[in-house]
C-alpha cells in the first residue's frame, strides 16, 4: 500500500483524488492493526485533498468523513465522531436522496454512536429510519 501511495503521489501529485484513495486504503489496514494515530493522519490528509479538489460536498468527502468517525468512535472520541457523522449524513441525502442505501449506512452509524452514548431516544428514530428505506428498497422480511 505505501508502494501504490508513492507511486500516485509520483504520478499524480501529492493532493490528487486518487491519492486520497490509497491514503484511506492504507489509513483503513492501520486502523485494523491498532495504529490509530497513524491512520487519523492519513485520514485527515486524504479528507482535505478531496475536500480541496472536489468541494465540500462531494460524496467522496462524505466517505472520508465517515472512515474518520468511525476511527475516532473506535478511539472513544465520541464527541469529535458525531458532527462528522452528522455532516457525511447531509451531504449524501443532498446527494443521493434522503432513501438511497449510502443514507442508510449514515443513519445506522450514527445511530450505533448515540447508542453509544447512551441516547436510545435519538438513536432509534434514525434505526427505525433506515429499516423503512431498506425494506423499501428490498422489501419486509416475513416472520416464519
Known sequence: MKRALKIDEDSFGKDHPKVAIDLNNLAQLLQGTNRLVEAELLMKRALKINEDSLGKYHPDVASDLNNLALLL?????????????????????????????????DLNNLAQLLLSTNRMSEAEPLIRRALKIDENSFGKIIPM
Open 73 to 105: 468512535k473506535a478511539a472513544n472520541r465520541l464527541d469529535e465522531a458525531e458532527p462528522l457523522m452528522k455532516r457525511a449524513l447531509k451531504i449524501n441525502e443532498d446527494s443521493f436522496g434522503k432513501d438511497h442505501l449510502k443514507v442508510v449506512r
